[in-house]
């Protein structure tokens, strides 16, 4: 997800403005993207989440027609986000304006999704627009719109962000003593190794063992495209992050039973 400023030439005293993008590729034709846009039944299958889960959705799909969505949070706490269709044209672009009960003195923002053709699926282009530099709701969003896209994905095209690979890790507070009973003891054959990891063919599966300076047991593995939209996905589900790569590689969760799987970015097929 990344946020754009505009106006960066103002006057001082002047307020810049920001909006959000992001894009998605799905694997589904546009008009059933479309349809989990603007059908009640399919927003509220998908556009929620384990903390904050929608309760209510409906939209009147035409220019001028309401939408409108009721949300319970942590504490019990219920609020509605709403607006009104600016532009809407099937199965290619939906425009609204964007209302949150949470920051009622705000001046509505808009949301406008273009969904164009792509073989074998489509792209989703998304933009929230309308903030400025000193709006209180900006930094609640950024960030979330990637969850939302990753959710929409899964619920049109029955494809999950994550898939499992065939690698297993450990952390060791001993590396050395770590690859003397794998492989000098147990027979691995080594992959690869640096000054922080030993990875060995076990046969089926690769392990990998990394020096971390504290023991964490076996974690499966999941491979995803878009580390940060994973990253999104695992905490509006209730998960929580454990560690993260320098390089935004990947990370490791713990899902909300405290299991921990280690998260890697899979090269682009």
Sequence with gaps: MAYYVTNLLHKPGDKMSREIRDEIEIAAPRERVFACLTEPGELLAWWTSYDY????????????????S?????????????????????????EYTWRDERYPNLPLTR????????????????????FDDVRADFDDYNGGWLGVLGALRQRASGVSEFRSNRDVAIEVPDLARARAFYVDGLGFTVCSESGNHVEVDTGTLRLWIKGTGTARSFMPSLDVQNVARARSIVLTSGGRILDEAASDDGFVFADPFGHAIDVVRAPRA
């Design 70 to 94: 009721r949300w319970r949070g942590p504490a019990g706490e219920e609020f509605a986000l709403g607006g009104e269709i600016v532009e809407i044209r099937p199965p290619a672009v939906l």
């Design 53 to 68: 889960p929608a309760t209510h959705w409906e939209i009147d799909p035409r220019p001028g027609g309401t939408w409108r």
């Design 111 to 130: 949301v406008r999704y273009e969904l164009d053709e792509l073989p074998g699926g489509c792209r989703v282009r998304l933009r929230h627009s309308g």
